[in-house]
């Protein structure tokens, strides 16, 4: 599992997926909705899971801070140390105290059982092999309390998009840099329908630079049906599929896949 250089780079990663509060500029209504809305989702879901929390592929704090000052204990896992570096130093700006570790989603052993384990904003799909992901339900459910909740968000796949010209640039956001003024990012995809990898470059464009930034990730893209039965297979039930964090119910449109699981 490559780490996507975005993670490398936690200043940037902030740009480009602001906290709700202090978003200066998305340039897109619907993703500033969609970023509060899933903040809030998360932790009326540890709320009502109650108890320990452990979040998965935390990055740099974005949902572990609020969840943190609404007075839930909170462990907060992370592969790249840069980004928990960056949410111990919001943690300490926001009086919160949530414990960091430096971890593998797929290897993690950490004392004690979980009410509520989550993993936001499509991490679970860079887990790219049947394998990965496999090992990381596995090591999810044995920290999970009998009762306990397992909840993430993917995006649901979209044949249109998936079968896009690879060679061809499509817009994906605008952010507003402090530095360099509005960001525009463009991007490629190229997507092998065999192993259900998407591999994506984004070109970052200022007005001053042109490309001034490139970056390459992979994505895993997991169909709806496929989602089950995968969940199945390694001992969870899906209780709850939403089509957007603000619960409406998940139909063939919806942009999300938004989880509910319990050991089954």
């Not at 009086?95 to 936001?120: K, W």
């Not at 259900?196 to 049906?225: C, E």
Request: charged fraction near 25%; charge should be negative.
């Amino acid at each position: 599992m490559d780490e996507c250089p975005l993670y490398s780079e936690p200043e940037l990663y902030d740009l480009l997926f602001p906290d709700p509060r202090h978003v200066v500029y998305v340039g897109n209504e619907t993703r500033a909705q969609r970023l509060a809305s899933s903040e809030q989702f998360y932790l009326d879901e540890v709320r009502r899971g109650g108890g320990r929390v452990l979040e998965l592929a935390c990055g740099s704090g974005r949902l572990t801070i609020p969840i943190a000052q609404a007075a839930v204990e909170i462990v907060a896992l992370d592969s790249s140390e840069s980004m928990l570096n960056a949410a111990r130093a919001k943690a300490v700006e926001t009086g919160v105290a949530p414990m960091f570790v430096h971890g593998d989603m797929r290897t993690f052993e950490l004392p004690g059982q979980f009410s509520t384990i989550f993993m936001a904003g499509n991490s679970l799909l860079h887990l790219l092999t049947n394998d990965a992901l496999r090992d990381c339900l596995e090591h999810v459910r044995r920290h999970l309390l009998g009762d306990g909740q397992f909840v993430f968000d993917v995006f649901n796949p979209d044949p249109h998009l998936l079968s896009r010209d690879y060679e061809k640039r499509y817009p994906v956001l605008r952010v507003r840099d402090p530095k360099r003024g509005e960001i525009t990012i463009e991007e490629t995809t190229k997507y092998d329908a065999a192993s259900q990898i998407n591999d994506v470059t984004w070109y970052m464009r200022s007005p001053a630079a042109p490309d001034v930034r490139v970056i390459k990730y992979r994505l895993r893209v997991i169909f709806p049906q496929e989602l089950e039965l995968l969940l199945s297979s390694s001992g969870f039930q899906l209780k709850m599929r939403y089509g957007e964090f603000t619960r409406e119910p998940f139909q063939s449109n919806s942009p999300r896949q938004v989880c509910v699981c319990v050991r089954s």
